[in-house]
Nanobody
Framework: VQLQASGGGLVQAGASLRLSCAVS????????MGWFRQAPGKEREFVSA????????YYAESVTGRFAISSDDAKKTVYLQMNSLKQEDTAVYYC????????????????????WGQGTLVTVSS
């Protein structure tokens, strides 16, 4: 299974971006998919996840109400729509997959993920 993240860039505070994560593999709809981010000098942190395609979505408190996770089974792609971006959202964003879905606990735990993409940089300027 390979994950390819894209869509990062440099934007001003208040703007929007949509990240994409293309997934290879035959059983995309059963994957638990997550987005994590890592800012310079900080640990990788949970942002959002979907327990499986069309399943329950989870969000970090810091992005609730601003970010939305979605997926397209036909394209085997998961998206992270990011609105009202803030400077503190600046980070490298990674998508990740768990082979057999995830629970609220495991969706939030980066050690539970089986596969990781390469990351895409999001920079939010003031």
């Amino acid at each position: 299974v390979q994950l390819q993240a894209s869509g990062g860039g440099l934007v001003q505070a208040g703007a929007s971006l949509r990240l994409s994560c293309a997934v290879s593999g035959r059983t995309f709809s059963t994957y638990g998919m997550g987005w994590f981010r890592q800012a310079p000098g900080k640990e990788r942190e949970f942002v959002s996840a979907s327990s499986w395609s069309g399943g329950t979505s989870y969000y970090a408190e810091s992005v609730t109400g601003r970010f939305a996770i979605s997926s397209d089974d036909a394209k085997k792609t998961v998206y992270l729509q990011m609105n009202s971006l803030k400077q503190e959202d600046t980070a490298v964003y990674y998508c990740a997959a768990q082979s057999f879905g995830c629970s609220e606990y495991s969706c939030r735990d980066r050690t539970e993920y089986d596969y990781w993409g390469q990351g895409t940089l999001v920079t939010v300027s003031s």
